[in-house]
């Protein structure tokens, strides 16, 4: 459904959520908050007698009361609204910095978000320019300034700080999600690693017991040719042998049939009788001593002979798998194979120190599943694996394998664990629970502390408005100019509110030397101000008489002669 409201297309923003994920402040709090700050800050901006007109401008408590909750449905909108009314109100200054800072967090478009922050407070200073001689400081230079004190503090300042928190937001989010993805990606990539081990596995058992059956098969067909002769009765029984004995292996075939050629071991590596033996070990130490690699092995106990195949074959796997990475990433490191052969358990340790210089990087980086399906192998036999790097800058991949394992139990993991990268730049999981989601959940203190920030930067921004209202209003003269001169007809007590008070020393200096006062006069005033003024060939006197209703009905002014002394040398002695 579109929206056709007539701010919609120059204020759409992305839907309004609470600041925090959990825990959002209701509306009544918000509007409770919006109306103490504007209570407050109207206070103290008219207990220091900076606003005109009180009663007009406490009008802006229940305006932020109003507007503030309806950021959520029309964030752009309200902020224009509360733009034009902050040059008229300035209390309404915390309410506008806090849509301010809302629709700067939440507005995804930069451009869109220059808009609105430059359009709002645009409108405030001409809002404040275009009240200033009826409810601002008097005059347009002033409302000016008081705009653009307003524009700076309610709309510049809160709009960066949300910027700059939506985009930290935002840019966690981003990287939350791009972790979850690569998190998603690896275990899916161990999932299909243990896959191909356990098909790997699947393929050699077809081998194994596809061996058996034929035998199996062999010997009931000779035993059918047998009893034939020696006892006819039981001939059905070997035949019946023999015709399940090839079921079974038809079965197993198309059972086993659609791995195809996945996981099998062809050419070279073909598995044989000597896989796992000692004999297959050192060969492939010496392969890797062909290529370039300095390997030594440590044999410790009897051959590998007389184990399960499957115990033989997960110990090649293991040491092939640890030489094929050392190829690949630490040729020039120096490798130790060991081999511990106990009663109960077969010991296998590849390890590599630091290669003295960085390897060059090999055209074919892996997969990174080798050693998730060499765990995969290990661990469905009922052993231990670990990889991981050493102190010393190499890599240990260690396997611990018994000798008579069980039956295969297949496991399945929720989720792959952290990862550990060796030398190869493979990974191997560490089996520990799944931990993707985990930060969607924002902690306590976190939020606490960034409520905490938001509310300081609200001090102070209401400080940083009454000291710019305060500079404003206080800078404009008050009243509308200099006192009126005095003139004909003007009463004693204006003239003495103008500050035309008389001066005893004018007075007693014009004694004697003064004009005859006029007629009808009761007293004259001889003020000291820019009427009485110092001139080389005398004093200039002011004076103003007033008759017997106080009113003034002569202005006179006369020059007194000034007496100079004669310096003590001119003095005849």
């Not at 009931?220 to 006892?231: I, M, P, S, V, Y």
């Not at 005095?486 to 003064?514: C, K, Y």
């Not at 006062?517 to 005398?538: I, K, L, M, W």
């Not at 004076?543 to 004669?566: E, G, N, W």
């Amino acid at each position: 459904m579109s929206l056709t409201s007539p701010f919609r297309r120059f204020t759409r923003c992305r839907p309004f959520a609470a600041p925090f994920s959990r825990g959002s402040v209701s509306p009544v709090v918000e509007v409770v908050g919006a109306a103490l700050a504007t209570a407050g800050l109207y206070a103290v901006a008219v207990r220091l007698d900076y606003l005109p007109h009180p009663g007009f401008q406490l009008l802006a408590v229940p305006a932020g009361a109003v507007l503030l909750p309806l950021r959520r449905r029309l964030p752009g909108a309200v902020l224009l609204v509360l733009a034009v009314l902050t040059g008229t109100l300035p209390c309404l200054g915390p309410v506008t910095a806090a849509t301010a800072y809302s629709v700067a967090r939440r507005t995804v478009r930069a451009r869109r978000r220059a808009r609105l922050l430059g359009a709002a407070g645009l409108l405030c200073v001409l809002s404040a320019t275009a009240v200033a001689p009826w409810f601002g400081p008097g005059s347009v230079p002033y409302g000016v300034a008081l705009g653009l004190v307003l524009a700076v503090t309610a709309v510049v300042v809160p709009g960066l700080v949300g910027t700059a928190y939506g985009q930290q937001g935002r840019l966690v989010r981003a990287l939350r999600e791009r972790g979850d993805a690569a998190e998603r990606a690896r275990r899916l990539a161990d999932s299909e690693a243990r896959v191909q081990e356990r098909s790997r596995i699947a393929a050699e058992m077809h081998d194994m017991v596809g061996h058996r059956l034929s035998l199996v098969s062999l010997y009931a067909g000779g035993l059918e040719l047998a009893l034939d002769r020696a006892h006819p009765e039981l001939r059905e029984e070997a035949v019946l042998v023999r015709h399940t004995t090839q079921d079974a292996m038809r079965e197993l075939r198309q059972a086993l049939g659609v791995l195809g050629p996945l996981g099998r071991d062809t050419g070279p590596d073909a598995l044989t009788d000597a896989t796992g033996t000692r004999a297959g070990i050192e060969a492939l130490v010496a392969e890797s001593r062909d290529g370039g690699i300095a390997v030594q092995l440590d044999w410790r106990g009897a051959d590998l002979g007389i184990r399960p195949e499957r115990v033989r074959r997960a110990v090649h796997r293991v040491v092939r798998e640890a030489l094929t990475n050392v190829h690949r990433y630490a040729t020039a490191a120096h490798v130790t194979v060991r081999v511990v052969h106990g009663d109960e358990t077969v010991r296998v340790t590849v390890r590599n120190g630091a290669p003295p210089k960085p390897s060059a990087p090999s055209e074919d980086m892996g997969t990174g599943r080798g050693l998730a399906g060499l765990r995969e192998r290990v661990e469905l036999l009922g052993g231990s694996f670990d990889a991981a790097a050493l102190p010393s800058g190499g890599f240990q991949v260690e396997a611990v394998v018994p000798t008579e394992p069980g039956e295969i139990v297949a496991v399945e993991r929720p989720g792959s664990g952290p990862a550990s990268p060796g030398p190869t730049g493979d990974t191997a999981s560490s089996g520990g629970a799944d931990h993707v989601g985990r930060q969607d959940f924002v902690q306590p203190g976190r939020r606490t502390a960034e409520a905490l920030t938001l509310a300081f930067g609200m001090v102070a921004l209401c400080v940083l408005m009454v000291l710019g209202i305060g500079f404003v209003f206080v800078g404009h003269p008050r009243g509308t100019g200099p006192p009126p001169l005095p003139h004909i007809g003007m009463s004693f007590q204006d003239m003495a509110r103008d500050g035309v008070v008389d001066n005893l020393a004018v007075r007693a200096a014009a004694t004697g030397r003064e004009p005859p006062r006029p007629a009808g006069t009761v007293g004259c005033v001889y003020p000291f101000n820019g009427a009485t003024e110092s001139r080389p060939d005398g004093l200039v006197v002011a004076r103003y008489c007033f008759d017997t209703a106080h009113r003034l009905i002569a202005i006179d002014r006369f020059t007194v002669p000034l007496v100079r002394d004669a310096a003590p040398w001119e003095i005849a002695p």
